[in-house]
């Protein structure tokens, strides 16, 4: 047989919740359990309760112990070859037989890991694989874990003679523009009983798919050993990856015995120059690059934890018509996915390890209080080892996080151990600077300890905005007491808050004088602060998006992004996209549907990139503004007309109009510096609830199993407006090839089940996911509500 097979091995397993004696066993009996595909999170299965052990830190979601199966043959011709089985990730404490023989257990949830199935394997009956994850032992995390076989599994078969598991790297230490110097490392491992000698090819295909450099080397590795093998490579005139431009290139790495080729696999890698300079910032390809970033958590709002790429995709899209440049994977390895997704996008991504190493932080101080500290010791060398590996050749990482918030960083021997975890990094990676996330750097009564900060390549400051002297100064102060370091905000106050909620309560503190307020003036003096200090090498912001958990009843999800867990914007989406884009925009807010409010007065806000504004209401104008402030890529001077009058300027990155309520119209204009129309903008008085619409994202998807398409909900009045107010109950059918896998709204103290085919809008929208199966033909997708016409859109899958 030939090279290697990869295979997925996500389909036809079984499930069981609960723990099940003698489950390991092959002839245990698994009837009655229910089938299922994986990538699979049961923890959004059951109802929210505020009893449930998770507490507000997991979302309220049932955790517990549950048990997979899956009965599969040898693939045809593999019966001498090496069989391997590959988790991307399981949470947590996962166990696995195969056969009824123990493979091993992997306690962290984030990691990936393979098992050698070869010694247990019957070749002319099936075989059974058996997983057990326990995640019973709750609360273990500050957020929404999920519980299962939440990502992908792989089954592959090579010959004894191989590459292992991330046994490539490929470095990039000379670029130039007339040539790039390609280093690539890989590992071969003879698992033969005889020294093995053969022919080590390197090959390197362009972006559109032709050979542009070839490397051959003769190898020879004793019996039972791995060995690593340097090859150097030339592309010339190579196609640089960056934000604008992700272009890839790819590795292809084959292993020839006798002249046919053995084993093969293929990297993907790009050709950059990543630099973080003391002065200058953050550096692409000796271009200035400020890291407009985002801070991302695992879950994906109604499918929890089992995220499909597509919905990763649509969000990563969405972000990335804000401006959004950068992604925290916050607070453990991501999905391989998603940083695919980011090679592909142009994101410049802080792969992160930790959230804890020995001292645990978890808000519930109980006595049986759990997480990574109960692993740290034994299993933190071989996780972190385990992501540097699998994730340096992705070009979007251009630094290492080795954890977030460590309470280390505040005991005086805590340097010991960051040290510890940096020297792995720079072991494994030696192309990459290292930060943590420290948010105690001037915290009282004990501040970040001075030898925990000098260890780091890269200090990152969490809440530089929270300290006591730090409320206008933010990092000048250690810029001047340390000039020579490294600074980047790894995490810092967003714009949050509920998607379209604006309340008049004062007791709740009304919108723009309590919290959203203050969220936002922070965000506005953070960006001003960052835009004008080169050394500040960017910032990433908590959070682009919504997650489940870190709540407090009735609450199971947390807002602080700038996108609900539907992926809708919210007002502070669009503040963002004000400073990080060139395309003249303008968003205003709050809604105009204030019934019996009349002559109140009401801010109404603007968020806009255009040189000034102005505001009329029912066809008045209530005045032009203008910011002093200019907006990132824009002359300091752009303040500065030839006009016949003087807008209104405010220091602010936002323009605000104290308007009396009448019912009718809000119209912003948003004008060039020379008077000129550059964008216009609506918000109406809209009547009640009439009619659906809908829209679908993508009307044509692979029939894959995998792919989705979203089904996106909003509730008109008979103009066609979006009735911003609109809680309208919603009902879903899905009839052909596809199966609704997710509903939502965005609404975090909303318990509706995201796995019903029913939801009530939230402020006039609402979402389903419709994924494909794995036939290809039609999917039939209906919404109806009490009173209005159902709507039906139709799916193409092939």
Request: glycine share 8%; aromatic share 10%.
């Amino acid at each position: 047989m030939g090279s290697r097979i990869h295979e997925s091995f996500d389909w036809n397993w079984k499930f069981h919740l609960g723990d099940a004696k003698g489950a390991e066993s092959r002839e245990y009996d698994d009837s009655s359990w229910r089938p299922l595909n994986v990538p699979h999170d049961w923890s959004l299965e059951g109802p929210f309760d505020e009893d449930h052990p998770t507490g507000g830190d997991g979302g309220y979601v049932q955790a517990g112990t549950g048990w997979y199966r899956k009965s599969f043959t040898v693939p045809e011709g593999c019966s001498s070859r090496k069989i391997t089985l590959l988790f991307d990730g399981v949470y947590m404490n996962s166990d696995v037989w195969i056969n009824g023989h123990h493979l091993g257990r992997y306690p962290f949830g984030y990691a990936g890991f393979e098992y050698d199935l070869s010694p247990y394997l019957k070749q002319d009956s099936d075989n059974i694989v058996a997983v057990r994850v326990d995640n019973s032992h709750q609360p273990n995390s500050r957020w929404f874990t999920g519980s299962g076989i939440y990502r992908h599994t792989w089954l592959k078969a090579t010959s004894k003679l191989h590459i292992p598991l991330w046994g490539v790297y490929v470095r990039t230490p000379d670029i130039a523009a007339e040539s790039a110097a390609i280093q690539v490392q890989t590992k071969l491992r003879n698992e033969n009983p005889r020294q093995e000698q053969a022919i080590l090819r390197s090959e390197i295909l362009a972006p559109d798919g032709g050979l542009t450099a070839v490397h051959e080397s003769l190898i020879d590795i004793r019996a039972g050993e791995t060995g690593e093998f340097t090859q150097s490579l030339q592309i010339a005139g190579p196609e640089l990856w960056s934000v604008e431009t992700p272009v890839l290139y790819t590795l292809r790495s084959c292993v020839i015995q006798d002249g046919a080729v053995i084993d093969e696999t293929e990297t993907p890698f790009g050709v950059r120059q990543a630099e973080f300079h003391k002065d200058r910032g953050f550096l692409l390809n000796g271009r200035q690059v400020k890291i407009n970033g985002v801070c991302l958590h695992h879950d994906g709002g109604s499918v929890g934890a089992a995220v499909p790429e597509r919905l990763w995709e649509r969000r990563l899209e969405i972000l990335k018509e804000m401006g959004c440049n950068g992604i925290r994977m916050s607070h453990n390895p991501p999905a391989p996915e998603l940083l695919d997704l980011c090679d592909r996008m142009g994101f410049l991504v802080m792969d992160e390890a930790f959230d804890e190493w020995k001292l645990t932080k978890h808000k519930n101080r109980k006595a049986d209080v759990h997480g990574y500290s109960e692993y740290f010791d034994e299993w933190s060398g071989r996780d972190l080892t385990m992501m540097l590996q699998r994730d340096r050749n992705h070009p979007s990482i251009v630094i290492w996080s080795i954890g977030n918030e460590i309470p280390e960083q505040r005991v005086p021997d805590g340097y010991i151990e960051a040290k510890r975890l940096i020297d792995i990094c720079h072991r494994e990676d030696p192309d990459r600077p290292v930060t943590a996330a420290c948010d105690n750097i001037e915290a009282e009564p004990v501040p970040a300890y001075r030898e925990f900060l000098q260890a780091l390549d890269i200090v990152g400051y969490n809440y530089v905005d929270r300290w006591r002297t730090r409320t206008e100064t933010f990092y000048a102060d250690d810029r001047h007491l340390e000039p020579d370091r490294l600074m980047i905000g790894s995490e810092n106050t967003g714009i949050g808050g509920v998607r379209g909620d604006y309340s008049l309560d004062k007791k709740t503190q009304a919108w723009w004088a309590g919290n959203y307020t203050n969220r936002m003036i922070t965000a506005e003096r953070l960006w001003k602060f960052t835009r004008m200090h080169d050394y500040v090498s960017g910032d990433f912001m908590w959070t682009g998006i919504d997650y489940i958990g870190e709540t407090v009843w009735p609450n199971k999800s947390a807002s602080f992004g700038v996108m609900d867990t539907c992926g809708f914007p919210k007002d502070g989406y669009y503040f963002y996209q004000s400073q990080w884009t060139a395309k003249p925009m303008a968003h205003l807010f709050p809604h105009w549907n204030w019934k019996g409010m009349e002559g109140k007065v009401i801010p109404v806000l603007c968020y806009t990139n255009c040189d000034q504004a102005e505001l009329f209401v029912n066809g008045k104008s209530f005045g032009v503004k203008a910011c002093e402030f200019p907006r990132q890529g824009m002359s300091k001077e752009w303040a500065h007309y030839e006009r016949s009058y003087v807008p209104v300027t405010t220091s602010d990155l936002h323009l605000s109009w104290d308007v009396p309520y009448e019912p009718g119209e809000l119209k912003l204009v948003g004008y060039s510096r020379d008077g000129e129309i550059m964008v216009e903008t609506l918000v109406s008085t809209t009547g009640e609830p009439a009619a659906l619409q809908v829209i679908l994202d993508r009307d044509v998807i692979s029939a894959d199993g995998r792919d989705l398409t979203h089904c996106i909900v909003q509730i008109l009045d008979t103009a066609g407006r979006i009735v911003p107010v609109a809680d309208t109950p919603l009902f879903f059918r899905v009839e052909g090839e596809g199966t609704l896998i997710g509903v939502d709204n965005g609404r975090p103290d909303s318990h509706e089940s995201y796995k019903a085919n029913e939801r009530r809008a939230f402020n006039g929208m609402a979402l389903a996911l419709v994924q494909s199966t794995r036939q290809a033909g039609q999917i039939r997708i209906e919404v109806s509500a009490q009173g209005m016409d159902s709507v039906v859109r139709h799916v193409t899958t092939n």
